[in-house]
């Protein structure tokens, strides 16, 4: 099994900076991909960043230039850093890990909030 405890979220103006982080534990071995997804009320789960065993990085495009996903191995921990953050970026982000083709395990989830 694999457990991943997200950091706190928080309330960030516009044009602000948030870094998330995600501490794992368990059969860590077997993971392969680690990403951060998110969900805005009223909208379906999205991919927003993605990094795999090897270090290969894929974003959403929406998010483009603005975030970074990182992984600290000595850590056991994945960062999503985000810059210039909009109002619409505001949603609950979920960490969640991939020991196979899908993502099969998450976080509890933590509230990021753009706002002025």
Known sequence: Q???VESKGGLVQPGGSLR???VVSGSIFSINTMGWYRQAPGKQ????AA???GG???YADSVKGRFTISRDNAKNT???QMNSLKPEDTAVYYCAAARG?????WGQGTQVT???
């Open 2 to 4: 694999v457990q991943l």
């Open 20 to 22: 998330l982080s995600c």
């Open 45 to 48: 789960r999205e991919l927003v």
């Open 51 to 53: 990094i795999t065993s």
């Open 56 to 58: 290969s990085r894929n």
């Open 78 to 80: 994945v960062y999503l």
């Open 101 to 105: 083709p899908a993502f099969s395990n």
């Open 114 to 116: 753009v706002s002025s």
